[in-house]
């Protein structure tokens, strides 16, 4: 089995009284935002301002659970106590009795510290469905609980819990363990600016700087909107959130929480991690008894492979197991089932990876994102085998190595272009185990004379989110960034984020990019007119690399001269591989003499050309370079016709035929012997606007495809 470089970020933080849970709420965010379901720990949770946090937080050593709004995540939002409301739905997982609830807010406006404010403890409200709903301007909550509606605080500072010690018992709706109708009964825990003054907007996913809705509190997305709060003096992070404490009364089931392994080229075994906890009631009960993944291959029989304890304990551990290899083209199934000392089983739902194959001289074209994705003219144009993270998931090593000179037959090129990739430098299936991740392979794919270019507007957070974690400006002198892209400094969201567009400058002699800016379709000659990925300003977070190594080339900049484009000729530990780093999503170009948003498509491919060629992934017109062809002509269009130039140095059999951009064949343009140079003509009198595709044989194989735009 293959050596799997593996990483773990396991605190070992101890207090001394009883074992914490945390239950992150049933109704908050995208998963990737929080970590779903239970979570066992010895101790509480890093924060911030961890000394702060044990000096105010008063008694909560009698509880055994913690539910959690906020995560332990630096950035989202939450509103300020003085003047907005704000209440978290919470889901325990039994019947229990509520400890204490505690909130810590970020205090913007001047004057609120020390001000009084109230928070409250209130029950589920039964007349409406909080699932379905998506607007709602009155309160989601119920009846308050008695001697907890009104109680009167004062807004602390700035990294500071209010802490509210409660009693509350919290019941099942039914007490029958063995009944499947037993159902948490929801709380809720929140604050409010006066005892009769509630401010409330509930959306489903609306940001919270939008006009009004500054007094929100959010059931389908309580972890709030995307919200960076940093201090660029020192790059600190604040902290929000609310969170309640409970003590549970009723044993409750294991929890295991699996790698979701991503599709592979690997044939072999894989291994699978998962996160294993369990609390007993009582104590003395608690633990993992055994843990096992039960697999098949092709829909076929259900077999089980045991899993063991790889790190941690049978509280609280990491498992490990792995699944027998199988063929390329194979589709694996898989779950897995954690059973405790008292026969409770938590069992996951099926999960599946199909095993695929990269083709002997085809490049790898990563799509990391698919809304910065401008259209599919690389894989239909270019031999290049495409991984789709949304589908396949990350790539793991097997994939890159068969791109890897000296361990693979692929084209040691590696085409990414995404936006806001988690960090390359690791890749987490899910377990909470770190795995080796893409920039690790992919340096050995340059260091062997390969190519990699990445475009991604959040390239530096993607590559150094250690380093830009709040997206602004820093300088490095080692790592991945500065090592192969040659990269000193650098800002991750640059002066031209949310513009609806800007002109991107290069020069025309360049050897590389020189075609792009000599006017290239209806560009202005030395500049590219650059909008926002799907033509959405929101969308547009353009960084900038501030300087570079003197080995890098400099070759596009956005109009206050910034460096937006650096490719490197020399990259690697022996100088003979290629980069490309584009800090901005390049393939959105569009026309300026149109209204915004009207697509240049024809400059874009060309933009993929000039540095595919520089790469030298091969085209459809390179696959067989055996019959000399001197030139195939870009078609450019007069009148009603387009015309297209084939230039031949003896005599050939040439058939030219029309595609539509579906791929759909149009007709044969032209069939026969030709030799020397000859204009292709066709007719576009009946050809309603939109892009389509001449495709050039020889003798039988195919050797160029041209693109052209119809607009009428």
Known sequence: MRKLLLMFFISVLLNSAKPLLMLSPEDGGESKCRTPGSHRINYLPYRKDFKSFLKNSKDISTANWEIQYHNYDWFYYMPRPVQDTQASRFVPPTECSLVAFTVMNYNTTTGQVGQPYYLFVADQRMD?????????YESP???KFPDYDNIISYAKGNFEWDTIQTEIYIPFENLDADSSDSESHYFWCGYRPGTDNFAILATGNVPCSSPGESHSWRFKSSLGYYYTYYFP????????????????LRNVPPKITPDILPNTYDTGERLVFAHCEDIGIPDESTGIQNALIE?????????SVPMS?????????????????ANVGDTVTYRTIATDYQGLADTTGWMSYVIKGGRPGYALYIKGNSIAIFNNYIEFIYYVDVWDISTDGPPDQSVFDFYTPTKGPGNSVVLWKGWGETDLSYVNYGSGVLRAGDTTYIKQIIDGGGGFWLEDQDGLYACGSGIWGDYGTHTIESGFLHDYFGIITGTDDGPFSGADSFSVYGDSSDPVVGPIFDGVSYQVPGKILHAPIQGNPQNEWAGVIDSAESTSVPDMRDPLGNIISLRNEAAGTGGAGKTLFHIFSSSWIARPDQPLYFWDELASDSLQDVYLQWFGVL???????????IEISNPRIMGN???????????????????DKTGRKIKVVYEGEMVGLRTISYDLRNMKSDVYFFVVYVNGEMKGTRKFLVVK
Request: net charge negative; charged share 20%; glycine share 10%.
């Open 128 to 136: 409406i469905d909080i699932e379905t709903e998506t607007v709602l």
């Open 233 to 248: 003096d020192d790059h600190s992070k604040i902290e929000f959130g609310i969170s309640a404490y409970i003590r549970l």
């Open 619 to 629: 085209g459809v017109n390179e696959r067989n370079p055996d019959i000399k062809l």
């Open 641 to 659: 016709e387009v015309l297209m130039n084939i230039f031949l140095p003896v005599s050939e059999r040439v058939k030219v035929f029309l595609y």
């Open 295 to 303: 697999y098949s291959v092709n829909g076929g029989v259900i077999s």
């Open 309 to 325: 304890l790889y790190s941690g304990d049978s509280t609280n551990g990491y498992w490990a197991g792995s699944i027998p290899g």
């Open 141 to 143: 909550w119920g009846p």
